[in-house]
């Protein structure tokens, strides 16, 4: 049986994502618009962001938020705050692409101790608890048991315009061009990580993601028997410059192509510095 504060985050998820399935209806019908769904689609995930805030503040009025449109409130209760991603896989809910979710992370003592990832369009609710486990809806979740690199399947973020990270992106998904079953970029880290707890893929990583894109999914892979560290191998922090997630057998081997991708690309670019890419995050120096 789900907890009480799991009973809240699904009921705030819940409410928030009947706003988002009606907005995602209007967005397919914008895409021919001239104007274009842009101003709508920030609208909408405003006006999710704001459902969240009032349920989650309902439920425990005492809990602080690190929200991804408002920022960070201090709550009465400085021990506990919400963690919150409104609209995951923004770019889809834009292009009329149907994979989008709601994040909703529990921190604790800086530590976080309960997930909700939301899928509304395939009514998939993934929640975990620390201690209490992982599930789907009401099945019990545990990460995939391929033990294979060469039958692995594994997700990732590709940075695009504005963001840095591209030296990284692409030095680690040359190694895993070359050495898994297959790659895929499907444009929610939230979703990312939650697929990984449910065995759908083996593994994921990437680089420069925010604390909301991750707190919820975080625990949804650990309570799934999984492994979340940064690529050099420290327990993952919300506000961490890298993330990869695997199943126990392949997460050390994973991390471990993703390192020699990027230094050995590192050695190349010594000997070409002027290819060098410098905005890219310095993994090394997490
Ligand atoms: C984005 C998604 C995407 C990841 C980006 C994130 P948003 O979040 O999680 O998969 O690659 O880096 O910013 O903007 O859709 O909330
Ligand atoms: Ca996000
Ligand atoms: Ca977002």
Redo the contacts with the bound molecule.
Sequence with gaps: MPSATINVMEAAARKAARGLIRDFGEVENLQVSRKGPADFVTEADRRAERILRAELTKARPEFGFLM?ESGATEGEDTRRRWIV?P????TNFLHGIPHFAI?IGLEEDGAMVAGVVYEPLRDELFWAEKGVGCYLNRRRLRVSSRRRMSDAVLATGIPFKGRAGKHAFLATVETAIDNTAGIRRLG???LDLAYVAAGRYDGFWEFG??P??VAAGIVLVREAGGFVTDISGRPAAIDGASIVAANDRLHAPVRQMLRDGLEESDGDNARKPRLRETAAPDIRAQ
Aim: net charge negative; no cysteine; proline share 0%.
């Design positions: 991804e991603d609209l995951d896989g923004t994040s929610s880290a939230a993601l925010s909301w894109d």
